[in-house]
């Protein structure tokens, strides 16, 4: 059988470019930013779509920031809800399978140690409302489709958490993390590598499934062992030691953040048949690649 053509949504972004360079060198991709298909102009989706030959489609483009989400709530509907339905529903018209990136967000309004697919979802911001009812309106339209949570992102393609303290670190020793929200810091290539495995070898997997690396941590430890990988590749960190702060004392964030979103990944575990690895493996590997480059 041919290897399926992928179109991949949201390509200008830290996931969607993940995936490009992971897929482009065995299957046939096609690659679309907002330039190609804009999702707060919904009218044109369904025509955009027809144009294109493709049996799976990634859709890794949204707006992702909370923030930003939480001032534009009319824009994040169309971004995180329409747009995504009216994806589906083309999907399904043409029998393709849609997989839609979701957040851990969707979680958070109760403080619990794990959450699994099946647990009740309460989101506190405009962002997790609306990826949440994003994630339902997929479903509802092509009930094949496969949404993949995904939590506390890091990889080549786009800074994040660790690569930001690691540049703070090369100026000053008086560093600060939160020490109080807690969810899984999971690597894009390792999502890449997973998703891929969805789609070769599990064609027909749908629903909510949980996509995360193994263990636990706050942005403060994710940042105390970025650090402490950094300095071991003897990149000039000042220090490894970060003062540990409140999510509270963040005031200056417009939309409120969950504080225990960790995820399970025991189903994609027993679905892939192996040990997911640790995050803090899985940042290891990153950093020497970005910092030690063969
Ligand atoms: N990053 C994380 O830690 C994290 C955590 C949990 C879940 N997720 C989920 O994982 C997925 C990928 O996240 P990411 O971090 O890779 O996101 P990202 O880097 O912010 O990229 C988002 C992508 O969506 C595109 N986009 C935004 N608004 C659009 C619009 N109106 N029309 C078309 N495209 C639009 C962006 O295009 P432009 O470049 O033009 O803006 C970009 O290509 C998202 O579903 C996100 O909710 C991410």
Redesign the pocket.
Known sequence: MPAPRILI??????????LHRHFAVNFETIT????D????RPDSIAAKLASQKFDVLL???????PDVCEIEPE?AL???VV?PQILAECCQARGARMI??????VFGAEARDLWFETDETVPVNV?GRT?LAGEQAVLKASPGALVA??????GP??P?HPDNIIQRALQTDDLSAVADKISVP?S?ADICGWIEQLIVRHPTTCGVLHLCNSGVASWHSWAEAALTIAARLEVPVKTTTVQPIELACLTQLKAPRPLMTVMSNAKLQSLLGGEIRNWYDALEEYLVQKYQPQ
């Open positions: 949504l949201g390509a200008t972004g830290g996931l969607g470019r993940a679309w930013g907002r330039a298909l804009d999702f707060e859709n890794a483009a949204g707006m992702t920031s824009r169309l971004a995180n747009a839609h990136f979701s957040t851990d967000y962002y990826k949570r995904v939590s506390w992102l890091f393609h786009k994040s999971t894009n």
